[in-house]
């Protein structure tokens, strides 16, 4: 979503950085060393003095440490600045000095907490006064590092092309020439072997703008795929990312596990969490001048807790809100790696991905703040034909979805819609009687403040174009994130509810349900005054969605708030493959009188 919030990285002016250091002022980082015992993430205690404190002076972090060591892109208008800053390089996350603690203007010392997770490089610690807008540089700490600032981390699992797959994407600070990447993996309890990786990287010019090209720029490591087939349905496998060092020895992760997924129209229980627009947030309280994602964590550590209760996420577009700061997106693998490291983590583009001008973008806004979709379809797989067009249909035993980019052109006409119609109507609805649609922006309603503004109440130009597909396919349901709140609208055609029923479905597809679970996390949006005849439910807060499949006849859809994982509004579907093939307004096999 655009409009509210900003990323807070962006709200330092780092070019305007003066050196300013002060004998008297001193800022330490202990330990030195850390992730001693293998993990990933670890606490440092920052302990900082000055004698001239400000309720503005802050603590950026800085990763590589020698934050002034490089040369400073020219901005996008290939013109330098008047001087060459001091600093180039946003930190990759912040504090106030009078963070906890309130005394600090008086007594010019200071204790603070970072959590920092291993991101290639080591770090350092700067005070700064002349708050945000106008940076002086007071004081640098010493440099501290992770043991092994290269180790493979923050596991992502995805659906491969084919049901008998799994992808497992990570990141490591190893090139191919440095050590040859692998997955150890096998069935629980039995004999394990290894499956090659792919490695993919891209750099500076690779971005489309500012500030991913200047300011928000950070080297991106290594990103590395394996591809593990020929998986037996629902089993569970365990697994290791590992790299090959040239002397021959070993870096291996802990290890980890997945359940395969079922056959495309196998009977067993399914379930799959569905939600939008997430954003991250910093556990250590860092970063949050003005709560940018508020409901980030809850949602996180509610999906966390309930993982033995679910087999598959779609997350629909707005992952990190990272806007060109490219560190956020190793803080966001790394706070979902609990997550995706256990089930599949599947995404859809959103326009804090992809959109830029003049990049092919169907919405010519600045909103991924030059990323323009490179490192979404970069860090995390997903099994289109062409990431860089994010469309793709995913097979989960009873289910079929089919995944459209909102951020490329979905009318009638183009590339995209004739993916969607071939999606949608390649399905066997005998074995896989529930066909999803979902895209990031909300692509038929949603009774969101900007949408009744505009009179449209959707996405302009979406259900003009797609609604016709959806009924002549029969469409169950329809997920959009982009607007941050949770919308359920009546099983609908042509702006009419076919069905008046409220949570109880049954027989005849006579039209799709559509959803908006854009509260994964970010800021939340407001609705229209006057809810349209169409808005069954609406629920103002943090929380995702999630299917249950129970056989091939029953399906169970619950809405969950965040906060508390209670279910706050639901629906069920009940039927026979023959009200799949029923005939209905729009949606009719053609027949013939001859007998």
């Known amino acids: 979503m655009v409009g509210f919030g900003e990323q807070p990285l962006s709200k330092i002016a780092i070019h305007k950085t003066i050196l300013a250091l002060h004998s008297s002022a001193s800022i330490t980082v202990t330990p030195f060393f850390l992730g001693n015992k293998g993990q990933d993430t670890d606490w440092v205690t920052v302990q900082l003095e000055s004698p001239e404190p400000s309720i503005d002076d802050w603590v950026g972090v800085f990763s590589p440490a020698n934050f002034d060591s490089e040369t400073c892109p020219a901005t996008g208008n290939d013109v330098g600045y008047v001087e060459t800053p001091y600093v180039c390089t946003a930190p990759i996350k912040y504090k106030y000095a009078n963070h906890s603690n309130s005394n600090y203007v008086k007594t010019g010392k200071a204790t603070l907490k970072f959590q920092l997770i291993n991101q290639r490089a080591d770090f350092s610690f700067v005070l700064f006064s002349g708050g945000l807008s106008n940076p002086n540089l007071v004081a640098v700490s010493n440099n501290i590092t992770f043991v092994n600032p290269k180790a493979p981390v923050y596991p992502r699992l995805a659906l491969g092309k084919s049901w008998d797959e799994m992808t497992v994407t990570w990141t490591s600070g190893y090139d191919t020439d440095e050590a040859i990447p692998f997955v150890e993996w096998g069935p629980s309890g039995g004999r394990k072997k290894r499956s090659p990786a792919g490695t993919l990287t891209f750099n500076r010019n690779s971005m489309c703008g500012e500030p991913a090209r200047t300011v928000g720029w950070r080297d991106p490591g290594f990103i590395h795929t394996s591809f593990l087939k020929e998986l037996w349905p629902n089993q569970r496998y365990t697994y290791r990312l590992g790299h090959i060092l040239p002397n021959g020895s070993y870096v291996k992760s802990k290890k980890y596990s997945f359940?395969?997924?079922?056959?495309?129209?196998?009977?067993?229980?399914?379930?799959?969490?569905?939600?939008?627009?997430?954003?991250?947030?910093?556990r250590d309280g860092s970063n949050e001048y003005a709560n940018y994602q508020p409901g980030s964590l809850n949602t996180t550590d509610r999906l966390i807790n309930d993982l033995d209760n679910y087999d598959l996420i779609f997350h629909i577009g707005d992952l990190p809100y990272a806007n060109g700061y490219i560190?956020?997106?190793?803080?966001?693998?790394?706070?979902?790696?609990?997550?995706?490291?256990?089930?599949?983590?599947?995404?859809?583009?959103?326009?804090?991905e992809r959109d830029w001008p003049n990049t092919g973008s169907f919405f010519n806004t600045p909103d991924s703040g030059g990323e323009c979709g490179v490192l979404a379809e970069t860090m995390y797989y997903f099994p289109a034909e062409n990431r860089a067009k994010f469309w793709y249909k995913a097979d989960y035993g009873m289910f079929r979805f089919c995944i459209a980019d909102s951020e490329h052109d979905w009318r009638e006409g183009s590339e995209q819609y004739k993916f969607i119609e071939h999606c949608l109507a390649t399905v066997d609805r005998k074995h896989q009687p529930w066909l999803i649609f979902s895209a990031h922006r909300p692509l038929a309603y949603s009774s969101n403040a900007w949408y009744g503004m505009e009179g449209s109440f959707e996405e302009p130009e979406g259900r003009e174009h797609l609604q016709k597909l959806w009924q002549k396919y029969k469409v169950d349901i329809a997920f959009y994130g982009h607007v941050h709140n949770y919308e359920r609208i009546c099983p609908i055609y042509q702006n009419q509810c076919v069905n008046s029923e409220k949570t109880h479905y049954s027989g005849t597809v006579n039209g799709t349900i559509h959803v908006v679970v854009g509260g994964g996390g970010s800021h939340l949006s407001d609705y229209t005054p006057s809810p349209p005849v169409w808005s069954v439910f609406r629920d103002r807060d943090f929380g995702f969605g999630k299917l249950t499949a129970f056989n091939h006849s029953y399906l169970l859809f619950e809405y969950k708030r965040s906060s508390d994982g209670n279910v706050y509004d639901f629906f069920t579907i009940s039927r026979d493959y023959r009200d799949v093939l029923a005939c209905v307004h729009d949606g009719c096999e053609k027949t013939t009188l001859a007998t």
């Open 259 to 282: 359940k395969a997924a079922p056959y495309p129209g196998q009977n067993s229980l399914q379930r799959v969490i569905i939600f939008g627009d997430m954003g991250k947030a910093e």
């Open 327 to 352: 560190s956020q997106w190793d803080q966001f693998t790394a706070q979902v790696q609990e997550i995706s490291s256990r089930v599949p983590y599947m995404i859809a583009s959103g326009n804090h």
